[in-house]
């Protein structure tokens, strides 16, 4: 593939619209979870599960807010970099990058081995060790392909995906209404109870920020990406009540099921409604890293063109006008991953790297306004808010797990380092 030298690469061109905007949020909070979630708040919480999940929806929209209004002022692609670096400058820009870079490659691997698995019920040979590698690197190796070709062509694979695994969602929903028992009743749970859970209905809003970070491809960044952060958490909250409220009217029917949406779907909708479930769930995953393989190299980008990687990553193909060898890099990174069996443990620590980054952005939005001469009171809580919930939900890992992200983080200044070595100064500026 002819890419364009670094010296004069054009920007890849801004082609996406608000829709196109709105599968970014979906696709990175949709993913297995969904499928498995249902279970175990149930399990753990009973007929309180819909609104926990209503809890926790509320309890992320104050980060989701920081996110959307700090879209709001920036029409490059970067997101966290560009955020984290006008507010405390470069290295920490850097860092904020890189770690939400570096928790997507190793999560990417875990979901398309979770992806696989779901494939061996349908495929039993899958779930030989050779095939197992073969069917990740192939899946891994796809998905770089479509995104190499062109940035629409890769939002509506992204669109057809999505309708595969959110149609039959809802059918499960529908069919709860007139197969289940709709009357789930309601009761609170102890507060030890909901306290083991409540982290679950965190982690299922994480992934939201992917549509932050390819604003330089968006028509309207500033316009469409706070739009579609709100609508899509919303949204997304509400998905997530209304199946968790069908698996409670379907389940007392259900006997103990490894795959717990599928067996619902069994009871009300017969095989071929458990078949779409367990299809669904296999195109959830892979639409959630199709997601990542399509926004995170474009953080690669963003951090190439301030002069915070080396400029390879800013070669465009000549051909689709996409980031071609940051997109290379990125599924080659994944692929490699994939292979190694120890990635589960970095994948953990993808979370704790997650969350640090969001820490980072929800304290850039102050900073900035305060620097533009005024900060908005109403801003500056839901910062604070999102600040405690992120180092909440921090404090709940392991050592083993901050060891791998000091790791990182340590990689991460090395690379810092070594491109520093190249002339910042031809840097975009801010914004």
């Not at 393989?293 to 915070?308: F, K, V």
Request: with cysteine; charged share 10%; net charge neutral.
């Amino acid at each position: 593939m002819d890419v364009l030298p670094t010296s004069n690469a054009s920007a890849p061109p801004r082609t996406i619209g608000f829709w196109g905007t709105a599968l970014f949020p979906i696709n990175g909070m949709i993913g297995a979870g969904i499928f498995a979630l249902p279970a175990v708040l149930a399990a753990g919480v009973g007929s309180f599960a819909p609104w926990l999940m209503l809890l926790g929806g509320i309890a992320f929209m104050p980060l989701a807010l920081c996110y959307a209004w700090l879209a709001g002022k920036f029409e490059n692609s970067g997101g966290p970099v560009l955020y984290g670096e006008a507010a405390f400058g470069r290295f920490v820009g850097f860092q904020s990058g890189w770690a939400r870079y570096a928790s997507a490659i190793v999560t990417a691997a875990a979901n398309t081995s979770v992806m696989v698995a779901y494939m061996a019920a349908l495929w039993p040979a899958m779930a030989d060790p050779v095939i197992e590698m073969g069917a990740i690197a192939t899946i891994l190796g796809i998905i770089t392909a479509v995104n190499l070709v062109g940035m629409s062509r890769a939002v509506g694979a992204l669109g057809v995906m999505t309708v595969i695994k959110v149609v039959p969602l809802i059918a499960l929903v529908v069919s709860a209404l007139f197969a289940g028992d709709p009357a789930i009743g309601f009761a609170l749970p102890e507060f030890s109870a909901v306290e083991t859970v409540v982290l679950l209905t965190f982690y299922a809003f994480m992934g939201f920020e992917a549509v932050v970070e390819p604003a330089g491809e968006m028509r309207e960044p500033r316009r469409d990406i706070p739009r579609a952060i709100v609508t899509m958490v919303a949204g997304v909250t509400a998905l997530y009540m209304a199946v968790i409220w069908a698996y409670l009217a379907i389940a007392p029917a259900v006997a103990n099921e490894e795959n717990a949406l599928a067996g619902a779907a069994l009871e009300t909708m017969g095989q071929v409604g458990s078949l779409a479930i367990v299809v669904a769930a296999a195109f959830s995953i892979g639409a959630n890293n199709f997601n990542g393989a399509t926004t995170q190299p474009r953080i690669l980008y963003g951090m190439a063109q301030r002069g915070m990687l080396p400029r390879w990553f800013m070669g465009v193909s000549k051909r689709y006008g996409t980031p071609a060898n940051a997109i290379l890099f990125t599924g080659g990174a994944s692929i490699a991953f994939g292979m190694w069996e120890g990635f589960a443990v970095l994948a953990v620590a993808g979370t704790l790297i997650r969350l640090v980054t969001y820490s980072i952005c929800a304290a850039a939005l102050p900073m900035i306004e305060h620097r533009e001469g005024r900060i908005n009171p109403v801003h500056a809580v839901c910062a604070l808010l999102a600040i405690l919930v992120s180092l909440y939900v921090a404090l709940q890992v392991d050592t083993q797990t901050v060891l791998v992200f000091a790791g990182l983080i340590v990689l991460g200044t090395v690379f810092y380092f070594v491109a520093g070595r190249q002339d910042a100064k031809t840097s975009l500026p801010v914004g």
